[in-house]
């Protein structure tokens, strides 16, 4: 079979780049090469930017719920597609299927939860101080969005900015990561299948590193939502923050599950386990920090030693596999390099630690499932996100400095105590600095109905999913009507409105 050639999507049509460069994308488990990429230009930009403005008024103007309608056709067409996306996905990212299942489904359950927002967007309306004046509050798209998405959920994270961004009128110009334009492309096709029409999404593929400045600093956009590494949010912030554009920043994580003493530390491990090596530990909430106390320390070592030697890695699509591959020989360098550091810092491997390239193995990019101990809070694996399937433990003698410990990074993402005392679970919920927080459960699993997103260095105090996202793609209006027919000054004739109260 020949080698599929994935193009961008402007105003409605599928595109060559205009260089009529590519490039490949290939499987991270095997080598194959999957497609060859457009990789766009600025010109390309240029004119997706150029289509997504053409189409702002008409799509703005189009009634909310009639664009629900089409979201609602769209949410359909994955849950139909569902078992397709998510072999594709395991394809072109590496995360085991029954994880693939679950990125498709997230984007199922936020584009439904976004199509009834067609019907809700609700704003306020307020008595006002005057007689005869009415006060209320509206929604207003900020205009084009530029979409710009990790590889690591590769589904569910486009839908989390692209369903909020249509639903309340905006138009979008879509970059997806580069490991992950299959993905992509499911998604644009989904959309033009459920009836969007055209100009509403253009969807470009090409490098964020040649493309990303032309996309921040163009004029015609008037947003950009972004989710990736720090170095990248706090580029584009730079730029956006010069053009006094709306920058959505979703950035990195250095979670860490809590084990007091009274734990139930069969539980904790379980939870561990899952949100430490879960997709390869590329997650931006993966519990890369393990806190225990120091009476159950040993314990938890020894069974997290134990559990994650058993870990089986391989290709994803295959059912006898735990872990999959990470996604990339950078990605694979980078995550082994923490390996040295940790050492020379005086840390321990007490399970893993290397590359492997056993077999099969040794075409894609394995990392094994590796377990550090003798961390201290401030030693740089315990500091660092290295997304990848390692994780640290650090031993505490208290609730205190446990929750100094899970406060002590500069991110703020997702933390997760497992504890039997309700006073211990209470003031880890109101102190952690994180802007997710589970009880007996691992930092992993979101839902989409709440907010998403992270404090300090995690973002830039945005939140994706749940009603939040409606503010990142809506500006406020405030309006006043006043029927009274004369000239009524807020402050002033109100305030001597009240002398002559009734
Ligand atoms: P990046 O931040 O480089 O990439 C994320 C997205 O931004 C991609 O679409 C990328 O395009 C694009 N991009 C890259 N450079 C620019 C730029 N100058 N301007 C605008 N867009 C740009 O992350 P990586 O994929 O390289 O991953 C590196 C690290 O980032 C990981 O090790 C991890 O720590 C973190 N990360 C965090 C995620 C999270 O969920 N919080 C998700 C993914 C990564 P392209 O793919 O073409 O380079």
Redesign the pocket.
């Known amino acids: 079979m020949a080698t599929p050639t994935l193009q961008n999507y402007i105003d409605g049509r599928w595109l060559d780049a205009s260089g009529g460069g590519t490039f490949e994308n290939t499987n991270p488990a095997t080598g194959e090469l999957i497609a060859n990429v457009a990789k766009s230009t600025v010109a390309d930009v240029d004119r997706a930017v150029d289509a997504a403005r053409r189409a702002l008024d008409g799509w703005r103007l189009y009634p909310a719920p009639k664009r629900g309608e089409i979201l609602y056709r769209a949410g359909e067409i994955m849950l139909t597609r569902k078992d397709d996306l998510a072999r594709e996905m395991t394809r072109e990212m590496g995360k085991v299927l029954a994880e693939s299942r679950g990125d498709v489904q997230e984007g199922i359950d936020m584009t439904y939860y976004i199509a009834g927002e067609g019907r809700r967007q609700f704003g306020d309306v307020v008595p006002a101080e005057l007689p005869n004046k009415w006060a209320m509050s509206m929604r207003h798209p900020v205009g084009v969005v530029a979409a710009?998405?990790?590889?690591?959920?590769p589904f569910a994270?486009p839908t989390w900015k692209i369903m909020p961004a249509l639903i309340l009128g905006n138009t979008i110009v879509f970059?997806?990561?580069?490991?992950t334009p299959l993905l992509a492309v499911r998604l644009v096709e989904i959309l033009e299948e459920a009836g969007l029409p055209k100009g509403v999404i253009n969807l470009i593929l090409?490098?964020?590193?040649d493309?990303?400045?032309h996309?921040?600093s163009h004029p015609g956009v008037d947003l950009i939502s972004?989710?990736?590494?720090?170095?990248?949010?706090s580029?584009?912030s730079e730029i956006g923050g010069r053009l006094l554009k709306r920058v959505s920043c979703?950035?990195?994580?250095k979670n860490a599950i809590v084990v007091l003493d009274d734990a139930d530390v069969d539980l904790s491990l379980d939870g561990i386990v899952w949100s430490a090596f879960g997709t390869s530990g590329?997650?931006?909430t993966a519990a890369s920090r393990v806190i225990a106390h120091k009476s159950v320390a040993k314990e938890v070592v020894d069974k997290l030693v134990g559990r994650a030697k058993k870990l089986r890695l391989g290709n994803g699509l295959e059912a006898s596999t735990d872990v999959g591959p990470v996604?990339s020989a950078s990605?694979l360098e980078?995550v082994h390099s923490f390996i040295p550091i940790a050492e020379k810092e005086g840390a321990t491997v007490a399970a893993g630690g290397h590359v492997s390239t056993e077999g099969a193995l040794g075409k894609g990019f394995f990392h094994e499932p590796t377990v550090l101990v003798d961390v201290k809070p401030n030693m740089r694996v315990a500091q660092e996100?290295?997304?990848g399937p390692v994780t640290a433990v650090i031993e505490v003698s208290s609730v205190d400095e446990a929750i100094k410990a899970v406060n002590s990074t500069k991110y703020g993402l997702s933390s997760s105590i497992y504890t039997r005392n309700v006073n211990n679970a209470f003031r880890f919920m109101r102190d952690a600095e994180t802007g997710i927080v589970y009880v007996n459960a691992g930092t992993i699993g979101a839902e989409i109905q709440l907010p998403f997103g992270g404090m300090k260095a995690t973002g830039n105090g945005h939140r994706e999913a749940g009603r939040a996202a409606l503010d990142v793609y809506s500006e406020w209006k405030s309006i006043y009507v006043d029927y009274s027919g004369k000239l009524q000054r807020a402050q002033i004739d109100a305030a001597e409105g009240t002398k002559t109260a009734p």
């Open positions: 710009i998405t990790p590889w690591n959920f994270i970059k997806p990561a580069s490991y090409g490098s964020g590193g493309l990303g400045d996309i921040v972004f989710t990736g590494s720090s170095d990248t949010g580029h584009i979703e950035l990195g994580g590329q997650r931006c996604v990605q980078r996100e290295i997304f």
